[in-house]
């Protein structure tokens, strides 16, 4: 289960791992879902299990952009609905954000588990079921989203995405918020602001700093919002990765 010691060397890793296959034993999470987690794995190994002073800079800006938002969504799919559910929930309470099931391989059982799973996690509304829209650019159940979700939607989050869809709501328009482990894959590249850091550590840090800025005026959290530099957070992660000295 979940009893790794908090002093492991591994204990991230070991978490997620130990989730994932919880998640798929449950139908929440994609059999696609535990080779995505081997690759976050890797990539987590290489920056020692750390959040980097870059990816809290981008959690940061990820929150204002949030509490900006004239309708900020949460897209949920199979490995973040298996990894941090209680965390995802009170993401969207804090900034008072949508939460909608968004699946790259969509099926009806998944959809209604991981909804069912939110709810008892304490989600009181879950979107995602309605599929009464569509994003332009990609085939049908990748396409698939809610008209008054994803698709109404100023500011999107979208953990561990595909690149494809990732790049398909930018194109739209949306800010886009993606939380990603590998600086090189197409999603980070796409997003206005990429979190570098595992799902894990990123979703509960972006909370963190929403409820700090709660108070803060509009131009507090734009002045917050201007400052990032996605490509400066993307090339400190690449750099601390090929440096190994974090590992
Ligand atoms: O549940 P579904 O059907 O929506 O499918 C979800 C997956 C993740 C299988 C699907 O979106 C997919 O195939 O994604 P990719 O293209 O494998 O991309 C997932 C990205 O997430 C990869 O770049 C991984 O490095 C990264 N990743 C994996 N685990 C974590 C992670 N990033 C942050 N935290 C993690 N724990």
Redesign the pocket.
């Known amino acids: 289960g979940d009893d790794v010691p908090a002093d492991h060397p591994r204990h991230d890793s070991l978490v997620?791992r130990h989730r994932i296959e919880a998640g798929v034993d449950a139908g929440i999470?994609?059999k696609?879902?535990l080779?995505?987690?081997g690759?976050?794995?890797a990539?987590?190994y290489l920056l020692g299990e750390r959040t980097l002073p870059s990816a809290d800079d981008a959690a940061r800006a990820a929150a204002a952009h949030l509490l900006l938002a004239r309708h900020p969504v949460i897209s949920v799919?199979?490995?973040a609905a298996a990894?941090v559910p209680d965390e995802l929930v009170a993401l969207a309470d804090a900034v008072g954000a949508d939460l909608e099931v968004?699946?790259?391989?969509?099926t009806d059982e998944?959809m209604q588990a991981i909804a069912d799973h939110l709810r008892e996690h304490g989600a009181s509304e879950v979107k995602g079921l309605a599929a009464d829209a569509r994003i332009p650019g990609l085939s049908h159940d990748r396409a698939t989203v809610d008209a008054d979700g994803i698709a109404d939607a100023d500011v999107v989050l979208v953990?561990?995405?595909?690149?494809d869809r990732a790049a398909a709501l930018a194109d739209m328009g949306k800010v886009e918020l993606v939380?990603?482990?590998?600086p090189l894959?197409r999603?980070?590249q796409v997003a206005d602001v990429p979190i570098v850091?595992?799902?894990?550590r990123?979703i509960p840090n972006v909370t963190d700093h929403a409820r700090e800025l709660a108070d803060a005026d509009r131009e507090t959290l734009e002045r917050i919002v201007a400052d990032f530099d996605a490509e400066a957070a993307l090339a400190d992660a690449e750099r601390a990765i090929r440096s190994g000295e974090l590992a």
């Open positions: 997620t999470t994609s696609q879902g080779i995505a987690e690759r976050g794995e990539f987590d799919n199979g490995n990894l968004n699946l790259f391989n969509r998944r953990p561990l995405e595909d690149g939380v990603d482990l590998n894959s999603s980070a850091d595992n799902i894990l990123a």
